[in-house]
């Protein structure tokens, strides 16, 4: 939910760091069984947002970011059938975000927005090298993917409207005072196309930003999402594609997807009868597509945790299998490989 407030060869090889469990995704909750109506205990429903800025003011991405480039007129990429069948073509698309509870915890990864100034926050790391070690400004209360007492990614997001920024964490728990400590972390001038470092890990395996690919409920709730959604894929292959900085390999094998690969829903797949909220998020998959950026549960889409959404609706998204999906050729879209700002057409 929006909680409303006033990797790496320098580190170790990421097969090691993979085989620890260490990567952003291999300890992936995937697999959890979807929330029925007797199971869900709904979380309380998120504040309004307070006078000052409001999300236009603070994008979570650029109009020229590779999130906002559509894709739908693109190329196949000509790998796309092996990468698909690595994933599993019979495998079916997976909305890992929604209302209520599923074993007793939250899913998705809830969204903290502060809008006016928090004082800096000291957060300490597991992997400093790739890390930003300060500038964050963390809210003691910030919400933590899948709860508390989660043993997953628990991810933090803060999404931080009076700088526009968004302060990510990977396995973050709080510690006394106001202190943090995570495996990982980045800061992302949300008001900027630059990159991480090349060869640096963020809060996910791919080194880019979570906030910009989260699918989110004010988005869908509008009818329209228009950014690309973050995925995840059982393995990957020991390389990255632009705008991925950082790979987390299983192997070296060509018919692993990359980190950074863009996957795209087919136009041929009909969603003229899904609920309103399923829709919004099938046809951000047709013309934005999903960014391969951590390893996991194979088509696990990235959303907020947010009691606005009707699971029942989402689960619409379950009857698109793997096969219904085709890698695109991205490569024209680069103009700098240290921006994330697409060419020009």
């Not at 970011?65 to 693109?74: C, E, K, Y």
């Not at 689960?315 to 219904?324: C, H, N, Q, R, V």
Request: aromatic residues 6%; proline residues 9%.
């Amino acid at each position: 939910m929006i909680v409303l407030r006033s990797r790496a060869p320098a580190l170790a090889t990421a097969a090691a760091l993979a085989a620890a469990g260490l990567l952003c995704g291999y300890t992936d909750s995937g697999g959890r069984a979807s929330p029925t109506a007797e199971a869900m205990a709904m979380v309380p429903a998120p504040a309004s947002a307070p006078r000052g800025q409001q999300p236009a003011d603070c994008p979570t991405s650029l109009p020229d970011s590779f999130w906002r480039a559509p894709v739908n007129t693109l190329p196949v990429h000509p790998n796309s059938a092996a990468y698909v069948a690595s994933i599993g073509s019979a495998q079916p698309l997976h909305p890992d975000f929604g209302s209520g509870l599923v074993e007793g915890q939250p899913f998705g990864i809830p969204i903290t927005v502060s809008d006016t100034a928090v004082p800096e926050t000291k957060v300490s790391f597991d992997y400093p090298e790739e890390s930003d070690t300060s500038g964050y400004r963390i809210p003691p209360d910030a919400g933590i993917e899948n709860g508390p007492a989660s043993d997953g990614d628990r991810h933090v997001i803060v999404w931080d409207r009076d700088l526009c920024k968004s302060y990510e964490l990977f396995d973050a728990r709080k510690q006394a005072d106001t202190a943090w400590h995570a495996g990982s972390g980045a800061i992302f001038d949300l008001r900027s196309n630059r990159l991480r470092p090349d060869g640096w890990t963020s809060a996910d395996a791919a080194g880019l930003a979570i906030l910009p690919g989260l699918a989110r409920y004010e988005e869908a709730a509008s009818g329209s999402i228009d950014h690309a959604i973050r995925i995840t894929v059982p393995r990957s292959d020991k390389s990255y594609i632009w705008p991925a900085r950082h790979q987390a390999g299983a192997a070296a094998d060509e018919s692993l997807p990359p980190m950074g690969l863009r996957l795209r829903l087919k136009s041929s797949v009909d969603t003229s009868q899904m609920a309103p909220q399923a829709k919004a998020v099938a046809e951000a998959l047709k013309k934005y597509g999903a960014i391969v950026a951590d390893n996991g549960s194979p088509w696990y889409l990235t959303g907020e945790e947010n009691s606005g959404w009707d699971n029942a609706q989402l689960d619409a998204l379950k009857d698109i299998k793997g096969s219904d999906f085709e890698a695109v050729d991205t490569s024209g879209m680069q103009q700098s490989p240290d921006s994330g700002a697409v060419a020009p057409k």
